[in-house]
């Protein structure tokens, strides 16, 4: 089945503790991309990759990291989170088509974080 | 910098009612535009999309159109039902070449209430 897999769906945490958040496809998609959720605000991106070892920020970028060196992985780095980094996060990825332009997007299931 | 208007903001309607969403963007140098549907705490789940040289795009009881160089969208649903109860967004991809290549900017969303 084709699917975007997120790890963990649910964390909580502390200040200043160092996590990771998981993102892997199963599609062979070129693209993959995170973006935060968050009440009034809607969905915004944070780090996108157009191919392996090539990324690229977002909108709201700072406070995250990413990289990606595989093409079905694209794991997000909190090195140091903070409350407002308290969200829901969502991954997605897609093929490139015609012209390089983005695809269908898929996306994950969601991973709820709070940050105390 | 791309930004996207989703109007209007809430809907309710009975059941069996012809609706239309609304969705608006500032950059027409678009290389496409999807609609998802996205229910409670769940992920997004793509509805249909348009590519920057389509007018239109039909799904069952949905069918989205694109006018490119007025910058607008529209998502219409036929013969609503309480199933289709969920919170619907629009998203622009920006095309190769273009300051917005590789990112997707997402309306705010419509929350659409079907009662039977």
């Known amino acids: 089945e084709a699917q975007v897999t997120q790890n963990p769906r649910y964390l909580i945490t502390v200040t200043g503790k160092k996590l990771t958040v998981t993102c892997s496809q199963n599609?062979?998609?070129?693209?993959m991309s995170w973006y935060r959720q968050d009440p009034g605000l809607g969905l915004r991106q944070i780090y996108y990759?157009?191919?392996?070892?090539?990324?690229d920020k977002g909108d709201v970028p700072e406070g995250y990291k990413v990289s990606r060196k595989e093409k079905r992985n694209f794991p997000l780095i909190l090195e140091s989170p903070s409350p407002n980094q308290t969200s829901l996060y969502f991954c997605?990825?897609?093929?490139?088509?015609?012209?390089?332009?983005?695809?269908?997007?898929?996306f994950g299931p969601g991973t709820r974080l709070t940050v105390t | 910098k791309q930004e996207v208007t989703q109007i209007p903001a809430a809907l309710s309607v009975p059941e069996g009612e012809n609706l239309v969403l609304n969705c608006s963007f500032t950059?027409?140098?678009?290389?496409?535009l999807q609609w998802f549907r996205q229910d409670p705490g769940k992920g997004l789940t793509s509805l249909l999309l348009i590519q920057s040289s389509q007018r239109e795009q039909t799904s069952g009881r949905l069918n989205a159109s694109l006018d490119k160089s007025s910058g607008r969208s529209t998502l219409y649903i036929a013969a609503s039902q309480p199933g289709d109860s969920a919170t619907y967004l629009c998203?622009?991809?920006?095309?190769?070449?273009?300051?917005?290549?590789?990112?997707?900017?997402f309306g705010q969303g419509t929350i659409l209430t079907v009662h039977p």
């Open positions: 997605a990825s897609s093929s490139l088509g015609r012209l390089a332009g983005l695809s269908e997007q898929y």
């Open positions: 599609m062979n998609h070129e693209y």
């Open positions: 990759s157009m191919n392996v070892e090539v990324t």
């Open positions: 998203a622009v991809g920006g095309r190769a070449g273009g300051t917005s290549y590789g990112k997707l900017t």
């Open positions: 950059d027409s140098a678009i290389y496409n």
